[in-house]
Every structure is written in structure tokens, then in C-alpha cells.
């Protein structure tokens, strides 16, 4: 990826899907932290997906909410992501999901990259 200087704040880079503009202050883009929860929280998403239908499960919809805390007196590092999925479908079974959850952390490259310096806590719910 190459990044470009925007005028005003932050940079951008164009990409098959459409321009990525990236600063500090939301007012001009996504903020960096913004992409790294992003990116974890999709990510694992992606993953539970593909674990649940190899599991042969009727998932019909996967809601993901991600949050992230923050250490101020340290530059404002991400210290933690919470990712919480809501999972709808039919005859969905808790023990074989929290299992695709174990796997599903084991397999998610953004995770794995994160680990040791960003605590990644992961929980779900199925909703009808």
C-alpha cells in the first residue's frame, strides 16, 4: 500500500474498493486505532464464519460489535479489543460455536499478530 500526504490532515491511499483517507482526527478520516479494531474484530469474523459452515452450521447472519480500551499515559496505545459477535441462524448449537470460537482465534491472522501486546477478549451470544 502507498499512502499520500493529504493538505489539510492525515493521508490517503486509493484501492480497488475506493479512496482510504486516514488522520488523527476523525473530522478527515478513520483514525488508526479505528483500523486496528477494525481489522481484528472483520477478521475474526471472517474466520467463525468459515469454521461455523465447515461445521455445517445454518448461520444466516453474524453481528459483530468491537470496542477497544485505550492507555493514556501511554501514547494512547490499544491495550485491549473486545469483540463480541451476535450469531443468528437455525438449530445453532452453544458447544459447537465455542469451539469454532477457539478456532477461530487460533486461525485469525490479525489476532495472532496482536498477541502479546494487545489483549484480544472474544464472546458471543445467539440471537434469534
Known amino acids: 500500500m502507498e499512502f499520500t500526504m493529504k493538505p489539510d490532515v492525515g493521508f490517503y491511499t486509493k484501492t480497488d474498493f475506493g479512496r482510504l483517507d486516514v488522520a488523527g482526527d476523525d473530522a478527515y478520516g478513520f483514525r488508526p486505532y479505528q ?6 474484530a472483520v477478521c ?3 474466520v467463525l464464519r468459515k469454521v461455523l459452515e465447515k461445521m455445517r452450521m445454518d448461520v444466516k447472519d453474524i453481528h459483530i ?3 477497544a480500551e485505550r ?3 501511554e501514547a494512547n496505545r490499544v491495550s485491549k479489543i473486545i469483540v463480541h459477535f451476535r ?3 437455525n438449530n445453532l448449537d452453544q458447544k459447537k460455536i465455542e ?9 485469525c491472522s ?3 499478530s496482536v498477541v502479546g501486546s494487545i489483549e484480544v477478549e472474544e464472546t458471543f451470544e445467539i440471537v434469534q
Open 44 to 46: 475474526s469474523g471472517g
Open 87 to 89: 450469531i443468528a441462524g
Open 71 to 73: 492507555v493514556e499515559e
Open 35 to 40: 483500523l486496528l479494531v477494525s481489522s481484528v
Open 110 to 112: 490479525m489476532v495472532q
Open 99 to 107: 469451539k469454532a470460537m477457539v478456532l477461530t482465534r487460533k486461525n
Open 65 to 67: 460489535k468491537a470496542d
